[in-house]
């Protein structure tokens, strides 16, 4: 994953989709991680912590493993949505 495009283009609350709340979540919390720490470069161990920066349904979501996850196994991008989803992550790149 380019985290340096990543961290460039990821904007909060654009194209949400309603039929997949886990990724909604995790583009809304990866928006306020970007917002707190300037990047998206998320310890894999980082949890949501249950404050008020945060979205209250996004608390305990374990951000990190799902940035792995993505990162390393291209979890939610594949299949219908891939496209959009690597859009709204800011990567089109088939290496991903």
Not at 5 to 33: G, H, K, M
Not at 50 to 76: N, T
């Amino acid at each position: 994953m380019d985290f340096e495009v990543l961290s460039d283009s990821l904007t909060t609350f654009e194209c949400r989709n309603p039929q997949l709340p886990e990724w909604n979540l995790f583009i809304d919390a990866l928006s306020v991680y970007k917002s707190i720490h300037g990047d998206v470069l998320v310890p894999a161990k980082f949890v949501v912590p249950r404050s008020g920066e945060w979205s209250k349904a996004c608390w305990e979501l374990p951000l990190g493993s799902m940035v792995q996850r993505i990162r390393f196994r291209h979890d939610y991008l594949t299949g219908d949505n891939s496209y959009e989803r690597r859009l709204q992550l800011g990567e089109t790149r088939p290496n991903w």
